[in-house]
């Protein structure tokens, strides 16, 4: 099918002398008119709907700048190009605060203005031409190590590298290739399940050598280090993707130089063990075991399942030696925490450590599937990542960190777990006592198909606590979620494509960490 021919108008009062120029883009198969002055622009724009104007700047009576305002204010979609004589910066300026697309200082060449008229009208096909293109060069290389993917650095590197197709993908207009990338996804995500059962019990023995980063290890490793040659701010954001960290980064990077990384959440990836497992750095059977009131709390399925974080950071500081420095923890919940946090920033700066818990991508993905409304916002991975970005491009937390920088802080930022899309229901028996969880849970009788879900008798090779006789825990694999017997088809229909976490899957286990340091003000 042939696309229809770019129409474009230039405006100059000096327009003969442009004759070469015209025929330039017209021989490119641009359609162009040409006017000498910005009333008769108008008469023409209001007749036909041009893809791009060329303004010249200064003209007899009505001036490019003015034209460009007149067009602005009409709210046309037409774009803009103004061409200048002058070389002042301050009228760059004013062209580019009254939303010009570009702009040309004359002389101009006739390739000069092909390169401007290509950015603007054609840039984002060519961009999205050239994703595709790149894709399908990567693709045999991509899917063999796919393939042959054997070790933790293999699944996470493979993960990332599908992840950043994904996001890059999404701006392709390529729906055929973005479905590849998810079908790719779900065969390493099966890869993955059952490849990590025979090496997570490794992992739990208590040899760190050959195991990746975990939950435990993030303080240790990422923060303590940090602590000395400036202040630094420890961020744990609830439940960011990998992906939704790709989309945020970018936001960041004005004020911050990043180290990004990685780590792997415990199992179950769920807030009570692996975001505790961050601050005690501590695995949860031994968690319990030195922390009798977090015992009692999980054991009884409390709604407070993290109410000593700050204690568990404190100690763990201490064993690090840290213990003289001066801590201050905040938890947020709700916008209106998070704007007095950020209008006493001033107050907590002066400390050595700010340890910080935002909580709104955890609770974004839990109420996605409990609200009409933000099932429609968040309706996949692609919906949930433009409201993670725009929640933080307009977040109290953005304006926290721009005050961060400009203090010289360090900054520490990771996430506890992911999350996961959730499409096939697993029913599951279980017995009054059993946890609550969509896909993870544990108790007495806990009865399942292996086939769809990870059931361990065995909690001590997984470093889990044992509450009560016979326990067992059950782990959903793969994009499965558990439902009872009793009014499934009610929470089969609510649950369907919602995000959760607790199971094991690359989008819940493998958790972005990136350490920032300050740009100065």
Same mark, same amino acid.
């Given at each position: 099918?042939?696309?229809?021919?770019?129409?474009?108008?230039? #405006? =100059?009062?000096?327009?003969?002398?442009?004759?070469p120029?015209?025929?330039?883009?017209?021989?490119?198969?641009?359609?162009?008119?040409a006017?000498?002055?910005? =009333?008769?622009?108008?008469?023409?724009?209001?007749?036909?709907?041009?893809?791009?104007?060329?303004?010249?700047?200064?003209?007899?009576?009505?001036?490019?700048?003015?034209?460009?305002?007149?067009?602005?204010? !009409?709210?046309?979609?037409?774009?803009?190009?103004?061409?200048?004589?002058?070389?002042?910066?301050?009228?760059?300026?004013?062209?580019?605060?009254?939303? /010009?697309?570009?702009?040309?200082?004359?002389?101009? @060449?006739?390739? *000069?203005?092909? @390169?401007?008229?290509?950015?603007?009208?054609?840039?984002?096909?060519?961009?999205q031409?050239?994703?595709?293109k790149?894709?399908?060069?990567?693709?045999?290389g991509?899917?063999?190590?796919?393939?042959?993917?054997?070790?933790?650095?293999?699944?996470?590197?493979?993960?990332?590298?599908? +992840?950043?197709?994904?996001v890059?993908?999404?701006?392709?207009?390529?729906?055929?290739?973005?479905?590849?990338?998810?079908?790719l996804?779900?065969?390493?995500?099966?890869?993955?399940?059952?490849?990590?059962?025979?090496?997570?019990? *490794?992992?739990?023995?208590?040899?760190?050598?050959?195991?990746?980063?975990?939950?435990?290890?993030?303080?240790?490793?990422?923060?303590?280090?940090n602590v000395?040659?400036?202040?630094v701010?420890?961020?744990v %954001?609830?439940?960011?993707?990998?992906?939704?960290?790709?989309?945020?980064?970018?936001?960041?990077?004005?004020?911050?130089?990043?180290?990004?990384?990685?780590?792997?959440?415990i199992?179950?990836?769920a807030?009570?063990?692996?975001?505790?497992?961050?601050?005690?750095?501590m695995?949860?059977?031994?968690?319990?075991?030195?922390?009798?009131?977090?015992?009692n709390?999980?054991?009884?399925?409390?709604?407070? %399942?993290?109410?000593?974080?700050?204690?568990?950071?404190?100690?763990?500081?201490?064993?690090?030696?840290?213990?003289?420095?001066?801590?201050?923890?905040?938890?947020?919940?709700?916008?209106?925490?998070?704007?007095?946090?950020?209008?006493?920033?001033?107050?907590?700066? &002066?400390?050595?450590?700010?340890?910080?818990?935002?909580?709104?991508?955890?609770?974004?993905?839990?109420?996605?599937?409990? +609200?009409?409304?933000?099932?429609?916002?968040?309706?996949d991975?692609?919906?949930?990542r433009?409201?993670?970005?725009?929640?933080?491009?307009?977040?109290?937390? %953005? *304006?926290?960190?721009?005050?961060?920088?400009?203090s010289?802080?360090?900054?520490?930022?990771?996430?506890?777990?992911? @999350?996961?899309r #959730?499409?096939?229901?697993?029913?599951?028996?279980?017995?009054?006592?059993? @946890?609550?969880?969509?896909?993870?849970?544990?108790?007495?009788?806990?009865n399942?198909?292996?086939?769809?879900?990870?059931?361990?008798?065995?909690?001590?090779?997984?470093?889990?606590? #044992?509450?009560?006789? &016979?326990?067992?825990?059950?782990? /959903?694999?793969?994009?499965?979620?558990?439902?009872?017997?009793?009014? !499934?088809?009610?929470?089969? /229909?609510?649950?369907?494509?919602?995000?959760?976490?607790?199971?094991?899957?690359?989008?819940?286990?493998?958790?972005?960490?990136?350490v920032?340091?300050?740009?100065?003000?």
């Open positions: 099918m042939n696309l229809p021919i770019k129409r474009i108008l230039w #405006v =100059d009062d000096e327009i003969d002398l442009l004759k120029h015209l025929l330039f883009l017209r021989d490119r198969g641009y359609h162009v008119d006017i000498t002055n910005g =009333d008769d622009a108008l008469v023409l724009i209001e007749r036909h709907d041009y893809d791009l104007l060329l303004l010249d700047e200064q003209m007899p009576g009505r001036s490019g700048l003015e034209i460009l305002d007149l067009v602005r204010k !009409a709210n046309l979609r037409t774009r803009v190009v103004m061409v200048t004589k002058s070389e002042e910066d301050h009228t760059m300026k004013e062209a580019i605060g009254r939303r /010009a697309d570009d702009y040309l200082l004359k002389p101009v @060449s006739p390739l *000069q203005v092909l @390169s401007a008229v290509t950015r603007v009208l054609e840039g984002s096909s060519i961009r031409e050239h994703i595709a790149d894709f399908a060069k990567n693709f045999p991509l899917t063999q190590r796919l393939q042959t993917a054997k070790t933790e650095r293999d699944f996470a590197e493979s993960y990332i590298e599908l +992840t950043e197709w994904h890059r993908l999404e701006y392709s207009n390529e729906p055929g290739l973005l479905g590849t990338v998810q079908a996804l779900a065969d390493l995500r099966k890869d993955f399940g059952c490849w990590l059962m025979t090496e997570y019990p *490794q992992w739990m023995g208590g040899v760190k050598e050959g195991r990746p980063l975990l939950s435990v290890d993030v303080v240790k490793q990422y923060l303590a280090p000395g040659g400036s202040s701010m420890f961020i %954001l609830d439940c960011l993707r990998m992906d939704q960290w790709k989309v945020i980064a970018p936001l960041l990077v004005p004020y911050f130089e990043m180290e990004e990384s990685y780590h792997y959440s199992l179950p990836t807030t009570p063990y692996c975001r505790n497992a961050i601050f005690s750095g695995f949860p059977d031994e968690m319990v075991k030195k922390y009798p009131e977090q015992a709390d999980m054991k009884n399925d409390s709604p407070s %399942l993290n109410q000593y974080e700050k204690q568990f950071l404190l100690d763990q500081l201490k064993r690090e030696g840290l213990g003289n420095k001066s801590v201050h923890y905040h938890k947020i919940w709700a916008v209106e925490e998070g704007n007095k946090f950020q209008n006493r920033i001033k107050d907590y700066i &002066q400390q050595d450590i700010l340890a910080l818990v935002v909580n709104f991508v955890d609770i974004l993905a839990h109420k996605s599937s409990q +609200t009409e409304i933000l099932k429609e916002m968040v309706p991975e692609s919906g949930y433009t409201a993670v970005k725009s929640w933080l491009e307009h977040s109290w937390l %953005l *304006q926290v960190l721009k005050q961060l920088s400009a010289g802080f360090t900054v520490v930022m990771t996430s506890d777990h992911g @999350s996961i #959730v499409q096939r229901s697993v029913m599951v028996s279980a017995d009054r006592a059993a @946890s609550s969880g969509v896909r993870y849970k544990y108790g007495r009788n806990l399942t198909s292996d086939k769809n879900a990870i059931v361990i008798k065995d909690p001590e090779t997984f470093r889990l606590p #044992v509450f009560g006789p &016979q326990p067992s825990y059950i782990f /959903a694999k793969d994009d499965c979620f558990f439902i009872y017997p009793n009014q !499934a088809h009610k929470y089969q /229909a609510q649950l369907k494509n919602s995000f959760q976490h607790g199971g094991v899957s690359m989008e819940e286990m493998l958790v972005p960490i990136a920032m340091k300050s740009r100065g003000s």
